[in-house]
C-alpha cells in the first residue's frame, strides 16, 4: 500500500481509501482504554489515539493473504501528548505458536511520520529482562522477533501510519503491560524538542534501556529491503512463513 496512491489521511486522522482497496472500519483506541498503562492518573475520556484498520488489502490480493493466513494492517496514531507523555498503544505481547516454545513474529513499516518502537522482552516472574527503543522514519522496516512485547509511540508533530504484517488468527496478550502499568520506560516530554525515557518504578529489576536506529536491524525476509511490506509480500509470500 501505498501512501497518497492508496489511501490519504484525513485531518482528524482517519483514512480514506482508494477503490479497489479492501478496508473495514476501524478500530478505535481511547484515553479512556490506555489509562490502565499511562505515566501519570488522568480522568477518562473519550478523545480518540489511534484507529487500528485490520485486514486491508487490494481485492485482487484478498485470496493471497487468506491463503496463507497473513493479515496487512495499518495503524494511525495521532500525534500530542497525555500530560507530559506522547501518545502511544496501550502495548502486548504475543501468545506461543501452537505445539511450540516459541511466540508469534511481526514485521512493522513506517509509512508516513516517526515512531519509537519500545521492544520488552520479561522473565518468568514478569519482571523486565531487556528493553530497547527502535527509532524508525518513514520507509523503515522492524522485523518484532519472538518473546518480545511492544509499544508504539508518536515522538512527532503529525500522525504516524505505520502498517503490519501478523499472522491472522492469534490474540494478542494485554495483561503483562497492564499488570505493570505500562511497559518498563515511558517516554516524556524533555527540556529541548527530544522527549526522555523515565523508568517505571512498578519494573524490581533495573535494566539500562538501549537505543537502536531501525536501518541498524537485521531483516530476516531479504525482500523488504526495495519493496514496501505489501509489496514483497505479493512478491514472495512463502519468504514470510516465519510469521507463522
Known amino acids: 500500500m501505498i501512501l497518497g496512491k492508496h489511501f490519504t489521511v484525513e485531518s482528524n486522522g482517519l483514512l480514506t481509501f482508494a477503490a479497489g482497496v479492501l478496508a473495514p472500519e476501524p478500530d478505535v483506541r481511547r484515553l479512556a482504554d490506555a489509562l490502565p498503562v499511562l505515566y501519570a492518573d488522568v480522568p477518562p475520556s473519550d478523545r480518540p489515539l489511534y484507529y487500528m484498520y485490520r485486514g486491508v488489502c487490494l481485492e485482487n490480493d484478498r485470496e493471497l493473504y487468506q491463503q496463507h493466513d497473513i493479515r496487512y494492517d495499518i495503524t494511525v496514531i495521532l500525534p500530542g501528548t497525555i500530560g507530559k507523555e506522547y501518545i502511544k498503544t496501550v502495548g502486548h505481547f504475543h501468545p506461543l505458536k501452537p505445539h511450540s516454545s ?143
Request: cysteine-free; glycine content about 6%.
Open 102 to 244: 516459541e511466540t508469534y513474529p511481526e514485521y512493522y513499516e513506517v509509512l508516513d511520520g516517526e515512531a519509537i518502537y519500545l521492544f520488552q522482552k520479561n522473565n518468568r516472574s514478569g519482571d523486565v529482562e531487556e528493553v530497547m527503543a527502535i527509532e524508525a522514519k518513514k520507509g523503515d522496516k522492524v522485523f518484532i522477533p519472538p518473546a518480545y512485547g511492544h509499544v508504539t509511540i508518536n515522538p512527532g508533530n503529525k500522525p504516524l501510519v505505520m502498517a503490519n504484517l501478523i499472522e491472522s488468527h492469534f490474540s494478542s496478550l494485554y495483561g503483562p503491560f497492564r499488570e505493570k502499568r505500562g511497559a518498563a520506560y515511558y517516554y516524556l516530554e524533555g527540556e529541548d524538542s527530544k522527549g526522555d525515557f523515565v523508568k517505571n518504578p512498578r519494573y524490581q529489576n533495573s535494566v539500562a534501556l538501549k537505543l537502536v536506529a531501525a536501518p541498524s536491524l537485521t531483516q530476516p525476509v531479504s525482500a523488504v529491503k526495495n519493496k514496501s511490506l505489501y509489496e514483497a509480500f505479493i512478491a514472495e509470500p512463502e519468504a514470510f512463513k516465519i510469521l507463522k
